[in-house]
């Protein structure tokens, strides 16, 4: 009798606590109050997003600006940290509505910090070294460098990572603080190294005269080339031919551009002026005609004994 008259007084404790209005008005303001908080939290980034990019456009027009590369990455780098401020007020808010206690999760999460960040010097070395790729500007967002065998575009530079898509389209995803040494391409100009091969039976002086006439033309043509490309002369004397280099200084970048275009140029120069560029030859002969040729040195051989 008094196990029945326990479940009987569990059961209607549970009953009148899920008939109780108290409780289900709680409930509904509590997620209420949640809904209401994401949405705040999706308009809040919309417009601070939007906010830091007018800002960077504002600085666009003002005399004093950065440069191109160093806004993209300040730019992504700012949207970065508001996205993770607003996630952690929001989160914070919401264990409040909860009735969860934030300050001493606050006062707890410190404390397992301090002990948690002995073991987490490899985080805390990525996100120094990355403000210092930032702020020292050693590349930004767009550039085209190399992190030791990965060699691409940089796509994004963040508080701990670094991604760089190379250009068959696989991403790399570096550790900021495993970046010990980057070759940058896009700073300086490029230059363009292009051969050009003549035949030996063509008249050197006249192709080399025709080579600066075209060169001299081509920057109004191309306006990646920073200034005329420029003939060096001869570089090899080879077997079947002569080798001439052009190089040609570029924007950053578009030196394989340019010498793609150099070579068609040249191409076409030299149809129009007449001046063959040498073609593989290979000389065939049969086994009877190597007999032939013996039998006639023979006879000749022979005559010559005679007289």
Not at 111 to 131: E, K, M, S
Not at 278 to 302: A, F
Request: hydrophobic letters at 45%.
């Amino acid at each position: 009798m008094a196990t029945e008259t326990k479940i009987e007084e569990s059961v209607q404790k549970a009953v009148s606590t899920l008939t109780d209005n108290q409780l289900w008005t709680s409930l509904g303001l509590g997620a209420l109050k949640i809904v209401a908080i994401m949405v705040i939290t999706y308009i809040a980034l919309r417009v601070g997003r939007s906010a830091i990019r007018n800002v960077f456009k504002a600085r666009s027009r003002s005399p004093i600006k950065f440069s191109e590369r160093r806004e993209a990455t300040l730019l992504k780098l700012l949207e970065n940290v508001l996205t993770y401020v607003i996630y952690f007020i929001s989160l914070m808010t919401i264990l409040s509505t909860l009735e969860i206690d934030v300050k001493g999760l606050i006062a707890g999460a410190g404390i397992v910090g301090l002990a948690v960040g002995f073991g987490a010097q490899n985080l805390v070395r990525d996100i120094i070294t990355g403000f210092f790729i930032i702020f020292e500007d050693q590349f930004s967002v767009g550039d085209y460098v190399k992190i030791g065998s990965a060699e691409g575009t940089v796509e994004e530079i963040g508080l701990r990572t670094t991604k760089i898509k190379s250009w068959t389209g696989e991403l790399h995803i570096f550790p900021n603080g495993n970046v010990a040494e980057v070759t940058n391409f896009s700073v300086h100009n490029s230059v363009a190294v292009v051969d050009v091969n003549i035949a030996y039976e063509e008249n050197i002086d006249k192709a080399e005269r025709v080579l600066q006439e075209l060169l001299l033309t081509l920057p109004q043509k191309y306006e990646e080339l920073v200034n005329p490309p420029e003939l060096l002369g001869i570089q090899t004397l080879g077997a079947p031919d002569v080798m001439m280099r052009i190089v040609a200084e570029t924007t950053p970048m578009n030196h394989w551009y340019i010498a793609r275009v150099l070579r068609k140029e040249v191409k076409q120069c030299f149809e129009r002026n007449g001046i063959e560029i040498p073609l593989p030859r290979m000389v065939m002969y049969s086994r009877n005609d190597e007999d032939d040729v013996q039998e006639e040195l023979q006879k000749k051989q022979k005559q010559v004994e005679r007289d």
